[in-house]
């Protein structure tokens, strides 16, 4: 359940109500991002799904990240894949992971972030991961995969303030 106890402008809220995840049908064990969690993270929200509750506020920049992805998907071409949902059975269970585009050989994933989590370099390693497990779906389902590529998009990154970066 997605709540409104912020008071989000009704717009946004009905927005974030519609952004629906395609990641799990009835025959998905987990997503890709499931896969990524903690084992008892992942079982724990497998088991009590319909009692999480999650405030829509909470969500603005997941629905920027959905936003990025309308984006991308116009970007399209014939040479590339975009938005592409993929699949893959190991030991008998289904494993899906929605791949943000694909493009000669190169795998790309689009994240909206904070400059903090490349400063820090905190998220990296669960990208990498990420991207990594996408790469192996699409090497399954035929295709070559010779990149990995994150394309992160700053959202609190200044201009002003770009002498301090990370070197």
Known sequence: MITNNNAIPAPIYRAVLNTK???EGEDCFCSVTGLLKGVKELILEQRHRHE???EASDRIWSLMGSAIHSVIEK???TDTLAE???KAVI???TITGGVDLYEYGTVFDFKFTSIWSYIYGS???EWTRQLNVYAYLYRKAGYIVNNIKIIAIYR???K???KFRKT
């Open 52 to 54: 999480i509750v999650e």
């Open 123 to 125: 998220r990296l390693a």
């Open 156 to 158: 609190d990154w200044q």
């Open 160 to 162: 002003s303030k770009f």
């Open 21 to 23: 995840y395609s990641g």
């Open 75 to 77: 970007s399209q071409t």
């Open 91 to 93: 030991d008998g269970k």
């Open 84 to 86: 592409q949902r993929l």
